[in-house]
T-cell receptor, first 114, second 114 residues
Framework: AQSVTQLGSHVSVSEGALVLLRCNYSSSVPPYLFWYVQYPNQGLQLLLKYTSAATLVKGINGFEAEFKKSETSFHLTKPSAHMSDAAEYFCAVSESGGYNKLIFGAGTRLAVHP | EAQVTQNPRYLITVTGKKLTVTCSQNMNHEYMSWYRQDPGLGLRQIYYSMNVEVTDKGDVPEGYKVSRKEKRNFPLILESPSPNQTSLYFC?????????????FGEGSWLTVV
């Protein structure tokens, strides 16, 4: 069965520092991988997705993620955090060839300090 | 503007009082689904629909019903709500039922059952 593990339910960084949010997945077939962001009192917005093209995926707002099959990881990074990045981030996996069902991780809440 | 619209956004109700959360999308998407979000668990799929009159259970369907009489609408029905259904609910849609397609989420409906 598919599963997603996000290491760290809370991550805190200083403004301008590197953001690294970790995501590991398990899947028996090549997966599709997604990162969504949820700002306070809002729905989920797609940041980026991996669909078996380039392993380094660039998304919106300066975020990117690298698919590493050998490590079954899809970590999200941003070189320089901004106060507006404070939100909850969800990693999700969907099996190729299947339906559009997403399996979500538990989420990581990112706090950005001045 | 392309969007998924849910109503109500906030609701407090009592145990056993039937309620319906409506969901409508204006993107002509075939695939729609409902998720619930609980702290530490991420989002879990309740029900999904591949197209009009085609629905199926997700991972946590107990206590919920859905219908898909029109392509744009996918209401979630709680026939006899219980306190363990207190949660944040998201409706979602995507163009077709195929992994890798971007899933679009509504802004969420906060439901409290007392």
């Amino acid at each position: 069965a598919q599963s997603v593990t996000q290491l760290g339910s809370h991550v805190s960084v200083s403004e301008g520092a590197l953001v690294l949010l970790r995501c590991n997945y398990s899947s028996s077939v090549p997966p599709y991988l997604f990162w969504y962001v949820q700002y306070p009192n809002q729905g989920l917005q797609l940041l980026l997705k991996y669909t078996s093209a380039a392993t380094l995926v660039k998304g919106i707002n300066g975020f990117e993620a690298e698919f590493k099959k050998s490590e079954t990881s899809f970590h999200l990074t941003k070189p320089s955090a901004h106060m507006s990045d404070a939100a909850e981030y969800f990693c999700a996996v969907s099996e190729s060839g299947g339906y559009n069902k997403l399996i979500f991780g538990a989420g990581t809440r990112l706090a950005v300090h001045p | 503007e392309a969007q998924v619209t849910q109503n109500p956004r906030y609701l407090i109700t009592v145990t056993g009082k039937k309620l319906t959360v409506t969901c409508s999308q204006n993107m002509n998407h075939e695939y729609m689904s409902w998720y619930r979000q609980d702290p530490g668990l991420g989002l879990r799929q309740i029900y999904y629909s591949m197209n009009v009159e085609v629905t199926d259970k997700g991972d946590v369907p107990e206590g919920y019903k859905v219908s898909r009489k029109e392509k744009r609408n996918f209401p979630l029905i709680l026939e006899s709500p219980s306190p363990n259904q207190t949660s944040l609910y998201f409706c979602a849609s995507s163009p077709i039922a195929g992994s890798g397609n971007t899933i679009y989420f509504g802004e969420g409906s906060w439901l409290t059952v007392v």
